[in-house]
């Protein structure tokens, strides 16, 4: 039988251990970037106004690109990029203007198309992080939480209804890229961020339409 010395040393070496197998365990956001990682595109366009950048993600498995509609309003050409270094010129499929989603056929696919997995979205504090371009700085990821949900706001030309607000720092670029949790699943497509000093830069708050907004789009549902 175990003296109770025994016992307290078996413990400490449990205890030990387990610590040893969670430092070794990448952290959730690794884990989750790792798994959204293949699906993102870079988005770069041309139209009357000059150039601009945004994020978009492959959503379906025949390559559709899921993005925000601001990014490619206006745009002449839109010209996509993808982790392996594939760029290509894209058309665009579909246009929801009322919910700021549009989605995006490229001429050409990589050799190994990975479609993002989709998820719905958690209560208030569920981690999340957003990843995308922010300021021409490709496939960034920055982390925080669910602020609330259900969020109305006014853009320049439409009124955005249900989204979900969060406070992973965004930035002009991150516009159409996937917020996901911390299982890698997109809960959401980066719409807007709270500029009060009319400044585009983060403030604190970002905004994102919900995946189970954005799926009808593509014909997809969450998992």
Request: cysteine-free.
């Amino acid at each position: 039988a175990y003296t109770d010395a025994q016992a307290r040393a078996a413990a400490s070496s449990q205890l030990e251990q387990a610590l040893e197998d969670a430092a070794r365990q990448p952290p959730a956001a690794a884990t989750a970037y790792a798994k959204v990682a293949p699906s993102l595109v870079v988005i770069r366009t041309t139209g009357s106004g000059g150039t601009g950048l945004g994020t978009g993600f492959v959503a379906n498995v025949d390559g559709t690109i899921l993005t925000a509609h601001h990014v490619i309003d206006g745009a002449t050409r839109v010209e996509v990029t993808f982790p392996d270094g594939t760029k290509t010129s894209a058309d665009v499929a579909s246009e929801q203007p009322e919910k700021d989603l549009a989605t995006l056929t490229p001429r050409r696919l990589p050799e190994v198309v990975v479609p993002a997995t989709l998820g719905g979205s958690g209560p208030i504090g569920t981690p999340v992080h957003a990843v995308g371009n922010p300021l021409g700085l490709t496939f960034s990821l920055s982390s925080g939480v669910i602020s609330a949900t259900g969020r109305e706001i006014r853009t320049e030309s439409v009124t955005l209804e249900n989204l979900i607000q969060f406070d992973a720092a965004v930035n002009p670029g991150n516009s159409g890229g996937p917020l996901i949790d911390d299982a890698g699943r997109v809960v959401g497509v980066v719409t807007a961020l709270a500029n009060p000093s009319r400044q585009p830069f983060f403030v604190g708050i970002g905004f994102a339409v919900p995946i189970t907004e954005a799926g009808r789009a593509i014909g997809a549902a969450p998992m």
